[in-house]
């Protein structure tokens, strides 16, 4: 779907970011992790057996729910994704300066991009005991007496619309209230999304992000894209490298982030300091057999409508902020759709710190486009070593001057792709 430029519609702004990543908690850690190339790809710690297909992944190291759920009873009912989307709203929250009743509550809303979320192999361990006879799992078994041995709230933990509940309640946020499940592209379209409520009228205030975690066990035993990820254990940093000619599959990751998003008049009203505007974008479909088919038919034209959107010319994007996911197939059609509208455009691709990061990738890959304005230079692609002649893009290898403009891409292996134009401010 493309969307059309509205008419006097407000300008919008970023005035508060927040991140769980792999590479840092909170923004200034996660901008500190980029200017040092520092790596969160590492050996898998919360599980590491010889039965899954991967032994590397991204995790968010040192997270402390606590620390940011004030209402710790709510921990009951929060996954981890969730734990960490909540985290982030927090700190782009405060970051916002935004405290309750500062901003009109039937004014202020949350969407959140979000993946299915897998409940904890632990919390049906109790429900399954009764059900193995001899060694096996007895369906027939499985009826209310044993769902009676589980946690009666459990599911409450695992619908992915709770992130932008949990937030909501918590920051007394009254109007739209939304989740975004698609896969990688949920992340920015959940931004889009809370750009056209505010457009719309609907809204002054929006807090909108995603959370993702690919490294569950339980996602592993229902995804079969594990052969589309990188075999490689022996140099976890190494493994994840976009347009790389010796790239051999994606890494997965978990991880959230969380921005604040008003009209220019409401941030102007509170004294808020603005980060940077969002000023176009478009999402776009072509039919994809995962791990097979990709023409970039797709994330062409969600370059060209986002920059018609943006009024924008393709010499005027400073750099892009590539999905670059790091298998052959697919960085090879995203760097040629670049390539044929952009040209020699600077291309930096995030995933080569932390991977795959699922619902969460496209909002935790953004914050790399504002350290770039915050800092002025745009952070290296990590691991990109030999260039690829099927990938014909300017791909950074050390940081370089950040103009003021960029794009922000995202797609999925399904073919669905979205692209964000923003500007510093």
Same mark, same amino acid.
């Given at each position: 779907?493309?969307?059309?430029a509205m008419?006097?519609?407000?300008e919008?702004?970023?005035?508060g970011?927040?991140?769980?990543?792999?590479?840092? #908690?909170?923004?200034e850690?996660?901008?500190a992790?980029?200017?040092?190339?520092?790596?969160?790809?590492?050996r898998?710690?919360?599980?590491?057996?010889?039965?899954?297909?991967?032994?590397?992944? @991204?995790?968010?190291?040192?997270?402390?729910?606590?620390?940011h759920?004030? @209402?710790?009873?709510?921990?009951?009912?929060?996954?981890? /994704?969730i734990?960490?989307?909540?985290?982030?709203a927090?700190?782009?929250?405060?970051?916002?300066?935004i405290?309750?009743?500062?901003?009109?509550?039937?004014?202020?809303?949350?969407?959140?991009g979000?993946d299915?979320?897998?409940?904890?192999?632990?919390?049906?361990?109790?429900a399954?005991?009764?059900?193995?006879t001899?060694?096996?799992?007895? &369906?027939?078994?499985?009826?209310?007496?044993?769902m009676?041995?589980?946690?009666?709230?459990?599911?409450?933990?695992?619908?992915? !619309?709770?992130?932008?509940?949990?937030?909501?309640?918590?920051?007394?946020?009254?109007?739209?209230?939304?989740t975004?499940?698609l896969?990688?592209?949920?992340?920015?379209?959940?931004?889009?999304?809370?750009?056209?409520?505010?457009?719309?009228?609907?809204?002054?205030?929006? #807090?909108?992000?995603?959370?993702g !975690?690919?490294?569950?066990?339980?996602?592993?035993?229902?995804?079969?894209?594990?052969?589309?990820?990188?075999?490689?254990?022996?140099?976890?940093?190494d493994?994840?490298?976009?347009?790389?000619?010796?790239?051999d599959g994606?890494?997965y990751?978990?991880?959230?982030?969380?921005?604040v #998003?008003e009209?220019?008049?409401?941030?102007?009203?509170?004294?808020?300091?603005?980060?940077?505007?969002?000023?176009g974008?478009?999402?776009?479909?072509e039919?994809?057999?995962?791990?097979?088919?990709?023409?970039?038919?797709?994330i062409?034209? /969600?370059?060209?409508?986002?920059?018609?959107?943006?009024?924008?010319?393709p010499?005027?994007?400073?750099?892009?902020n590539?999905?670059?996911?790091?298998?052959?197939l697919h960085d090879?059609?995203? @760097?040629?759709?670049?390539?044929?509208?952009l040209?020699?455009v600077?291309?930096?691709?995030?995933?080569? &710190?932390?991977?795959n990061?699922?619902?969460?990738?496209?909002?935790?890959?953004l914050?790399?486009?504002l350290?770039?304005?915050? /800092?002025?230079?745009?952070?290296?692609?990590?691991? &990109?070593?030999?260039?690829?002649?099927?990938?014909?893009?300017n791909?950074?290898?050390?940081?370089?001057t950040?103009?003021?403009?960029?794009?922000?891409? !995202?797609?999925?292996?399904m073919?669905?792709?979205?692209a964000?134009?923003? /500007?510093?401010?």
């Open positions: 779907m493309i969307f059309p008419t006097d519609a407000p919008i702004v970023i005035t970011v927040g991140t769980a990543s792999p590479i840092g #908690i909170g923004f850690a996660f901008r992790a980029l200017e040092s190339g520092a790596s969160g790809v590492r898998l710690r919360e599980f590491d057996t010889p039965e899954f297909p991967v032994r590397v992944g @991204a995790e968010v190291v040192g997270f402390d729910p606590k620390k759920v004030a @209402a710790r009873k709510n921990l009951k009912v929060m996954s981890r /994704s734990q960490l989307a909540f985290a982030s927090q700190m782009a929250v405060e970051q916002a300066g405290t309750i009743g500062s901003v009109d509550p039937e004014r202020y809303g949350v969407v959140f979000a299915m979320m897998q409940v904890e192999p632990q919390e049906l361990v109790d399954f005991r009764p059900c193995v001899d060694g096996r799992f007895n &369906y027939a078994q499985w009826d209310e007496r044993t009676g041995e589980m946690f009666p709230l459990w599911m409450l933990k695992y619908l992915p !619309n709770m992130p932008a509940c949990h937030v909501a309640i918590a920051h007394d946020a009254r109007a739209t209230n939304n975004i499940v896969a990688e592209a949920s992340s920015l379209l959940a931004i889009a999304e809370g750009m056209r409520i505010i457009q719309r009228g609907g809204a002054d205030v929006m #807090i909108v992000g995603g959370t !975690n690919r490294i569950h066990p339980m996602t592993w035993a229902f995804r079969e894209n594990d052969i589309l990820c990188s075999p490689r254990t022996d140099e976890p940093a493994v994840s490298r976009p347009f790389d000619v010796r790239r994606m890494v990751g978990e991880g959230a982030a969380a921005i #998003i009209s220019r008049a409401s941030a102007e009203s509170r004294g808020a300091r603005i980060i940077a505007r969002l000023t974008f478009a999402s776009t479909f039919a994809c057999e995962p791990g097979r088919t990709v023409s970039g038919q797709a062409h034209s /969600s370059i060209r409508k986002a920059l018609e959107q943006a009024h924008l010319s010499r005027d994007v400073g750099h892009v590539a999905h670059g996911l790091s298998t052959q090879q059609a995203e @760097a040629q759709a670049i390539f044929e509208i040209g020699d600077p291309v930096t691709a995030p995933k080569s &710190y932390f991977g990061l699922g619902a969460g990738g496209g909002a935790v890959e914050l790399s486009t350290a770039a304005f915050e /800092s002025g230079q745009v952070p290296r692609t990590l691991n &990109y070593e030999s260039p690829d002649p099927k990938c014909p893009i791909v950074v290898r050390e940081p370089m950040a103009r003021k403009t960029a794009l922000v891409l !995202n797609q999925t292996l073919g669905q792709s979205v964000l134009a923003l /500007s510093a401010e």
